[in-house]
């Protein structure tokens, strides 16, 4: 993507509405909370990964969860414990599976997470 207030490349990021750019002033995000990352990937070179891929909220009696799933990799990240025998987390990492093609998901779990603003 370009910058288009001065036509250099960028990177858009979804993230909460902050600006990863070195040496940069507070840029607002879009409204559709992504933000622009330009030098991020040049700054940090190979330690960096942009990653596309789904993200899912499931909200119900046995979770409040949420997923990221990219290629066959899997993150859960919940504030609570996540209770895998959840039907509906199940039912959605099969179909998952199956868009991936039948392979194996590496699925990482993060539990208790806590949240804060930066």
Same mark, same amino acid.
């Given at each position: 993507m370009?910058d288009?207030?001065d036509? #250099?490349p960028c990177t858009w990021?979804?993230s909460p ?5 070195? =040496?940069a002033?507070? #840029? !607002?995000a #879009?409204?559709?909370g992504f ?5 991020l *990937?040049?700054k940090?070179g190979?330690?960096i990964?942009?990653m596309?891929g789904?993200r ?6 046995? =979770?409040d969860?949420?997923l990221?799933?990219a290629g #066959?990799k ?9 209770? *895998?025998?959840?039907?509906?987390? =199940?039912e959605? *990492?099969v179909?998952?599976?199956r868009? !991936?093609? =039948? ?6 779990l993060?539990q208790?997470m806590?949240t804060f603003?930066?």
């Amino acid at each position: 993507m370009f910058d288009i207030e001065d036509g #250099t490349p960028c990177t858009w990021i979804a993230s909460p509405p902050i600006c990863t750019a070195p =040496n940069a002033t507070a #840029t !607002a995000a #879009t409204p559709d909370g992504f933000i622009k990352a330009k030098g991020l *990937l040049e700054k940090y070179g190979k330690s960096i990964e942009e990653m596309k891929g789904y993200r899912k909220e499931i909200h119900n009696e046995r =979770n409040d969860v949420v997923l990221f799933c990219a290629g #066959t990799k899997v993150i859960m990240l919940s504030e609570k414990n996540i209770d *895998l025998e959840d039907l509906e987390l =199940n039912e959605f *990492l099969v179909t998952y599976k199956r868009q !991936a093609g =039948n392979e194996s998901l590496e699925i990482e779990l993060g539990q208790g997470m806590k949240t804060f603003e930066y």
